[in-house]
């Protein structure tokens, strides 16, 4: 259950009005320890197949299923990716991406507002995910609540398009704290904006000192040599372990 937004994850709880603060909090703290045991299991398998998961967070229309796209055009010939869409409805994404040629998988989530844990495990169930590939989990739009929720990847990068101000890390904290990397998408409208991108970078550090920062542009493809580069990186660390 997602109670700060109220999404209805928890559907016999959340819409009982007398339900206590208390009782509310035991709730959270329940859902979120089965949502982590099942992450767990979920990191195990992928450190079992040596594949770099990855959950990519934005608010919605920042660019996630773009960079994607881009990300495997520009990389299919050296890593091997595949993806699992979450929307509320349709699959226009993961139809978006297998355009590319890789394999993608929809979880459409209806009122739910983020991705968890167990959504993950019976879409990879459903996968046949190559021994040291790369697992691109792409979320729900929602700048909230899929911060709390682990799915049991390696690294959350939050994605944050030039239009949507540079204050949002600090409006949205939990966000920007829970990810190790910030991605700043369609840098190629900067010059139609007032956005201060160094700003936005020390705002971004200020709730997360260790955040690794990224300027791309999925459209223009700007920036994207260093996003694979880390990926890249990244993918062969987990060959390693
Ligand atoms: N100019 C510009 N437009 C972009 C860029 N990246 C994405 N877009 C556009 O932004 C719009 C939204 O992109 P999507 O990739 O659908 O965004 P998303 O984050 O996947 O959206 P949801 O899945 O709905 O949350 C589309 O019209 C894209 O073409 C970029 O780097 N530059
Ligand atoms: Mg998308």
Redesign the pocket.
């Known amino acids: 259950m997602c109670t700060h937004c109220g999404c209805g994850h928890d559907h016999h709880h959340t819409h009982d009005m007398s339900v206590s603060n208390e009782r509310a909090i035991a709730i959270e703290e329940d859902i979120l320890g089965r949502n982590n045991a099942i992450a767990d299991e979920n990191r195990a398998y992928f450190r079992q197949k040596q594949i770099l998961a990855l959950n990519l967070v934005?608010s919605?229309?920042?660019?996630?299923?773009?960079?994607l796209t881009a990300t495997i055009l520009a990389a299919k010939a050296q890593l091997k990716m595949a993806v699992i869409e979450g929307?509320q409805q349709t699959s226009n994404?993961a139809d978006r991406i297998r355009v590319t040629g890789a394999p993608a998988y929809q979880i459409n989530t209806g009122k739910g507002c983020h991705l968890d844990a167990s959504m993950v495990r019976t879409a990879l169930q459903e996968m046949t995910l190559d021994n040291g590939s790369i697992l691109f989990i792409?979320n729900v739009?929602n700048l909230v609540c899929p911060a709390e929720f682990d799915l049991g990847e390696a690294h959350k990068v939050a994605?944050l398009s030039v239009t949507e101000g540079e204050d949002k890390p600090l409006k949205y904290p939990d966000m920007f704290r829970a990810a190790d990397v910030m991605i700043i998408?369609?840098i190629?409208?900067l010059p139609y904006l007032r956005f201060d991108i160094d700003r936005c970078e020390a705002y971004a550090r200020q709730v997360n000192p260790s955040i690794r920062i990224l300027r791309?542009?999925?459209?223009s493809g700007e920036g994207m040599d260093a996003w694979v580069k880390w990926l890249t990186v990244e993918s062969a660390l987990c060959n390693l372990e």
């Open positions: 934005s919605p229309g920042s660019g996630k299923t773009e960079l929307d994404d792409e739009g994605i998408n369609k190629d409208l791309t542009s999925a459209t």
